[in-house]
């Protein structure tokens, strides 16, 4: 049964992969993301336990690419709302507000005991990344590594960073 699986998931990584990025792209409007994401959908597929048949798995890659795109828009949504509001209240002159400055204080911290957390190799891209605003083209250089394993890393950190930083809020 796995193996028919996995080879329903290649036939279908072979076929949709070009509409699946499309699709994904469209949504969120950057290819890069769109690359990431369709990633990340056939490794939730080949990960899972569905049942597959060739009739359902094309409907399958895209629910799971919906459902991702889904999150990564309300993380997006999320994270522009917060500049919106940190820059609204520096242009107010009410940056310095004590609950603002505790809930700054509180998510600095969660962030770094989830950084704490991952993969020494992962945390020195994610930080070198997000921090350092190394791009991916230098990084991967420094470390020897593909473009695309470096875009890996950095799509994994985020995801285990957003997972943890949701249970903490």
Same mark, same amino acid.
């Given at each position: ?20 990025? *499309? #699709? ?12 990431? =994401? @369709? ?10 336990? #569905?049942?597959?048949?060739?009739? *359902? ?7 799971? @690419? ?19 509001? =940190? ?12 609950? *603002? ?22 945390? @020195?891209? #994610?930080? /070198? ?9 230098? =990084? @991967? ?12 890393? =950095? ?5 285990? /960073? ?8």
């Amino acid at each position: 049964m796995k193996t028919d699986s996995a080879s329903l998931i290649e036939k279908s990584y072979r076929e949709c992969l070009s509409d699946l990025r *499309t #699709y994904i792209r469209y949504k969120t409007n950057d290819e890069e993301t769109a690359k990431d =994401i @369709a990633q990340e959908v056939y490794l939730r597929l080949l990960k899972s336990n #569905y049942l597959l048949c060739a009739k *359902t798995v094309r409907n399958m890659v895209f629910t799971i @690419a919906r459902n991702l795109v889904i999150d990564y828009q309300r993380q997006h949504l999320w994270r522009q709302r917060t500049t919106d509001r =940190i820059v609204g209240e520096i242009e107010n002159g009410n940056a310095c507000a004590v609950e *603002t400055d505790v809930e700054r204080r509180d998510l600095v911290r969660e962030a770094h005991r989830c950084l704490r957390r991952l993969p020494e190799r992962r945390r @020195a891209i #994610y930080i /070198m990344s997000r921090v350092e605003e190394k791009s991916i083209q230098e =990084i @991967a250089e420094m470390f020897k590594l593909s473009r695309r394993t470096v875009e890996n890393h =950095i799509f994994r950190s985020d995801k285990e /960073m957003r997972t943890y930083i949701k249970q903490c809020i």
